[in-house]
């Protein structure tokens, strides 16, 4: 299994693949998988913004193409622009579809270059769910 290190390396790696040449804001996510794999992903913009993809979102539909039947256990989320860049609202509802239980970790970059970590249930409480 990767260590959270690991995971936003990977994330930073998939960050310099961006599409992002309308907001010039460059997010790759790394999505790990409770079977040990791991699926990237980038933000990909679009001319007609509202259509734009982000990157948390796109590694866990890589992870569906691919097949994957595990579970979300945790995701790193890297921005070239920003330390702890926080997921967006509806990243977070994503990342509750596949989560494995509550305690699914999304892993930030903070400001010291080391990793803070927070729980879904902490960034979306209450969430939807049918
Ligand atoms: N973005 C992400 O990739 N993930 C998020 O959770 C928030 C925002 C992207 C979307 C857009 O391409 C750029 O960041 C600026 O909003």
């Not at 990767?2 to 804001?25: I, Q, R, T, V």
């Not at 569906?64 to 330390?83: D, P």
Request: proline share 2%; net charge negative; with cysteine.
């Amino acid at each position: 299994m990767l260590n959270n290190l690991e995971m936003l390396n990977l994330a930073k790696e998939a960050c310099e693949k961006a599409y992002a040449p309308y907001s010039n804001f460059n997010v790759g996510a790394c999505a790990l998988y409770d079977s040990g794999n791991y699926y990237l992903g980038c933000n990909v913009e679009n001319a007609s913004y509202g259509l734009s993809l982000c990157a948390e979102r796109n590694a866990m539909s890589n992870a569906i193409v691919a097949g994957e039947k595990g579970k979300l256990v945790k995701i790193a989320i890297y921005s070239n622009n920003r330390t702890n860049c926080m997921p967006c609202g509806a990243c977070r509802q994503w990342m509750a579809e596949f989560k494995k239980d509550k305690e699914l970790q999304i892993v930030l970059e903070s400001e010291d270059s080391k990793c803070a970590v927070f729980t879904i249930e902490e960034l979306l409480p209450y969430g939807f769910e049918l």
